[in-house]
Structure formats: structure tokens, C-alpha cells
């Protein structure tokens, strides 16, 4: 995006701890807790807060640590549909789990519950047992971005109500048309979740936001410069972060929070061994993360959102004039660092935005 160019509106969101604490599993503060009650509240207060939006993610089994309890993002965005207002709920999916006719349907039947504030993540699966012990198979990296491709073209057009005939490698769809169609706006929005040569092809071809895993903000501008760069039929490519704040009234007692932080996520450290040994070794987002340390998931504070409240509302705004639309946020204690953040973070950066 050139620096001549508005930045965008900006939007906050929430994770929905679909498996419990960002940061660390084990902390006195934040005894863990995945449930959908605890979500539902969460995601009520966040929306009564003035959060726009709420990204619920998908995995079938914790992915951190098996034996723990891990929300279902589908069931959970349906009833978060129906018991909110106005905030965004975006759902992950990973193709190989639905079929795209029944995704599609599954869609638009939640953007209606929502009355036109559904979104789908479309996510490329790094945990291998989650398919391979389901008996789906976990096909190699870039073979699952060709797959969730042809997964993605079937989805969209059905998503917006036209007569779909498709024949591919993967899937064979005659003269197929979903109703009701969405009566608020052309279709669901789709957001892609991936940083690898072929998840960025994908969000420039068929994405409206690309998600970007949170780290320094010279090397987002560079991401969002390359996609922005690339051809595309329709309205611009937008751009979402995900990020770990702490904001405190001092820099030094953001540093000592992210350092107690730090402290906790070291009891975790067998479960990471695992976790890490789960993971797919082509995955470039697991390769980012290792790059600098950092707590949370996606990136974590790796943005660097940790320092004064005035630090990280002019950080928030430095990521904004680079491009950032959609601020996905995690913290930790999470409803009492999201509390702090509406109320001293969000009026400073609407001051200092003007
Ligand atoms: C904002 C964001 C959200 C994500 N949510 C999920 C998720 O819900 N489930 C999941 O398995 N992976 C999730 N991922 C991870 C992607 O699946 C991951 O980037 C991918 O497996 C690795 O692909 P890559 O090599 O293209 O980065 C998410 C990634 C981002 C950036």
C-alpha cells in the first residue's frame, strides 16, 4: 500500500479461546477453561465493549495438549450467532474436514442466524495427528493448498447463490444451487489464514482479508507490499493481524508482565515438545514463529503490542498506516487485559487517529 494512500478503518477483534489460555496453560490467574460458557460470556462482554469481531478457530482435538478440552468452532459460531448482536463471527475451516457443498450450506445458514456478520477462515492444517489419526490422512504442504483450492472455488460461487457445475481433481459438482441465498450482501466474507507462497496466491485469488501471524511491523509492511502488489480481479485485498497485547501505565510493567508470562509458558515446555513434533515441518508459519521469541498464538507478541498504552496505541496505528484493518487479539488473564484494553487503548487510538 503506498504511503500516499488512507489507511483503512480500523477493526478489533478477539480469539475465542477455543483451547483455553493464549500464553500459557498453567497460570493461577487464568485456571483453564475452553467451555462454551466461558466463551459465550466472553464473547458478549467483547461485543458490549466495542470489539467488532471474533475469530473462533478450528481444531477437532487440542492442538497444544491432547488430553484438554477444545471448543467446536461451528457449533460455537452458530450459537455465538444467535446470542449476538453485532460483532463479526468468523469461523475457521479446514477443507479436508467438510465437504464444500455442505460447508457452503453450513455458511449461509449461519450468516442468516447472524443477520450478515459470518466469515469463514479458511486454514491449511499444521497439526498432523488432528487428520492423521481421523483416518483423513495429512496430504503434503503444498498438496493441501491445491486441494483447498479447488475446495475455496467450489465454496464461493455457492456461497453466493449461483448454479454451480464444477468438475475437478477433487470434486465433481452438477447443476447445484443453495437456498436461501444471503439476503444481506452478495456472500459471507473469507478470510485466509496462511503465510506460504501458496496461501498468499490464494487469499490474492479468492480471499477478501489476508490474516497475517503477528511480527515486527517492517516485516508486515513487506508482506502486505507483495500481495498488494500482485493481480486480482475486484475490490482491493484487505489485511488482518494477529497479535498479543500488554498495555500497562508503564513500559517497565508491560516488559515484567510479558517477562511473568515468559516465566509461565516455561512450565508448558514438554507439552511444546510434543506439540512441535505434531507440527508440519513445511509449515512457513511455524517457521516465523521460531524466528523471535515471543508469548501467545500466531505470533503472539512478536508484533510487539507490549509497552505503555501509548506505546501500543502508536504501534496499533504505525500497523494501521501500513495496512492492518482487523487487530485479532489475544491477552492473558484474558477478560481482564481485554477490559483494560476498551477502555484505555481503543480511546487513544481513536484520539491520536482524529
Ligand atoms: C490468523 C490465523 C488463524 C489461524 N487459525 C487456525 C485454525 O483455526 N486452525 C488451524 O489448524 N490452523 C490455523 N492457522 C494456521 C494455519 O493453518 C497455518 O498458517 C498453516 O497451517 C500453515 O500454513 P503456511 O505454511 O501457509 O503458514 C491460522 C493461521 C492464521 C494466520
Excluded: C
Excluded at 477483534?13 to 467451555?35: I, K, N, T
Excluded at 495438549?65 to 448482536?85: F, I, M, S
Excluded at 480481479?233 to 508491560?254: N, P
Excluded at 501500513?322 to 477490559?339: D, H, K, N, S, V
Aim: no cysteine.
Amino acid at each position: 500500500m503506498s504511503a500516499s494512500k488512507s489507511p483503512p478503518p480500523i477493526r478489533f477483534g478477539v480469539w475465542a479461546l477455543v483451547h483455553g489460555s493464549r500464553a500459557a496453560l498453567q497460570d493461577p490467574d487464568e485456571p483453564y477453561d475452553a467451555s462454551w460458557d466461558r466463551n459465550l460470556r466472553l464473547i458478549q462482554e467483547a461485543e458490549a465493549l466495542g470489539f467488532d469481531s471474533t475469530l473462533v478457530a478450528q481444531h477437532t482435538i487440542n492442538p497444544h495438549h491432547a488430553p484438554r478440552d477444545q471448543l467446536e468452532a461451528w457449533t460455537a459460531a452458530a450459537a455465538l450467532a444467535a446470542l449476538t448482536d453485532r460483532i463479526e463471527i468468523i469461523a475457521a475451516i479446514k477443507p479436508y474436514l467438510y465437504h464444500p457443498v455442505v460447508l457452503a450450506k453450513m455458511a449461509l445458514g449461519i450468516e442468516h442466524i447472524s443477520r450478515g456478520r459470518f466469515a469463514i477462515n479458511l486454514v491449511n492444517a499444521w497439526n498432523r495427528p488432528e487428520l492423521e489419526k481421523a483416518g483423513i490422512g495429512f496430504a503434503e504442504h503444498d498438496e493441501r493448498y491445491v486441494y483447498g483450492r479447488e475446495w475455496l472455488s467450489v465454496v464461493e460461487p455457492l456461497m453466493r447463490g449461483q448454479t454451480l457445475n464444477h468438475e475437478g481433481a477433487n470434486f465433481r459438482v452438477t447443476d447445484y444451487t443453495l437456498r436461501p441465498a444471503d439476503p444481506y450482501r452478495a456472500r459471507p466474507r473469507i478470510y485466509i489464514g496462511g503465510e506460504s507462497e501458496p496461501a498468499r496466491a490464494l487469499a490474492a485469488e479468492l480471499g477478501d482479508v489476508w490474516f497475517i501471524n503477528g511480527q515486527p511491523l517492517d516485516d508486515v509492511r513487506g508482506l502486505i507490499a507483495g500481495l498488494a502488489a500482485r493481480p486480482r480481479a475486484g475490490s482491493a485485498l484487505r489485511f488482518g493481524l494477529s497479535a498479543f497485547v500488554i498495555a500497562r501505565a508503564t513500559e517497565a510493567e508491560a516488559h515484567a508482565h510479558h517477562m511473568h508470562l515468559f516465566e509461565l509458558a516455561a512450565k508448558d515446555s514438554e507439552i511444546r515438545v510434543v506439540q512441535q513434533a505434531n507440527t508440519d515441518t513445511k509449515s512457513v508459519m511455524a517457521a516465523t514463529m521460531r524466528r523471535s521469541p515471543r508469548v501467545g498464538s500466531n505470533g503472539g507478541t512478536a508484533a510487539g503490542l507490549v509497552g505503555s498504552y501509548d506505546q501500543v496505541a502508536e504501534r496499533i496505528l504505525a500497523f494501521n498506516r501500513a495496512g492492518i484493518e482487523t487487530f485479532m487479539l489475544q491477552y492473558q488473564p484474558f477478560e481482564a487485559e481485554m477490559r483494560r484494553f476498551a477502555v484505555e487503548i481503543m480511546p487513544r487510538v481513536r484520539a491520536m487517529a482524529g
